[in-house]
């Protein structure tokens, strides 16, 4: 089972690439927690085109929102307020669970570790697409180029992608 985080969906979906996260995760539904769900419902009204996309992956089942139980909303409390709420209740979730979540920040990956919960990132996936043989290297790398152009997000160094 694999929970993906707000910043992940939308880096796929502005690149107009969400079959590329079903395939790398081996998945025909991936999960999001009632937060995501949330920011997700807010960027539609703010008219956010990539939001449209996430909605739509909802409304044929390939996005399923999962809600907080009491024993999540208790380890959430136990974790930082400066993570945002989808982050927090995906990792609780992810850790009641024993899912993967994939999240695109460091203090979120940090948080991951030291509470025991599974976590990749999108360096980890872009890597996984060649690994996997999803997508050829210089395919990833078009993907980054995508990346870098429709959600203004610059890598440092690709070298972990590719070494």
């Given at each position: 089972m694999v929970f993906i985080d707000t910043d992940i969906l939308s880096i796929f979906a502005k690149i107009q690439r969400l079959p590329l996260l079903f395939a790398v995760f081996d998945q025909d539904v991936l999960n999001i927690a009632t937060a995501v769900e949330n920011e997700i419902t807010i960027g539609v009204s703010k008219g956010l085109p990539f939001a449209n996309a996430l909605v739509e992956l909802q409304a044929k089942g390939k996005l399923q929102t999962h809600h907080p139980i009491t024993v999540d909303e208790e380890?959430?409390?136990?974790?930082?307020?400066?993570?945002?709420?989808?982050?927090?209740?995906?990792m609780a979730i992810c850790k009641r669970l024993d899912a993967l979540f994939a999240s695109n920040e460091?203090?979120?990956?940090?948080?991951?570790?030291?509470?025991?919960?599974?976590?990749?990132?999108?360096?980890?996936?872009?890597?996984?697409?060649?690994?996997?043989k999803i997508l050829a290297a210089s395919d990833v790398r078009k993907v980054i180029t995508e990346i870098e152009t429709k959600d203004s997000l610059k890598f440092r160094s690709t070298a972990t992608i590719f070494k």
């Open positions: 380890f959430m409390l136990s974790l930082p307020h400066t993570l945002g709420a989808g982050e927090r209740e995906s460091r203090r979120v990956m940090h948080h991951c570790e030291t509470s025991g919960i599974r976590c990749t990132n999108l360096d980890q996936i872009l890597r996984a697409f060649w690994e996997l």
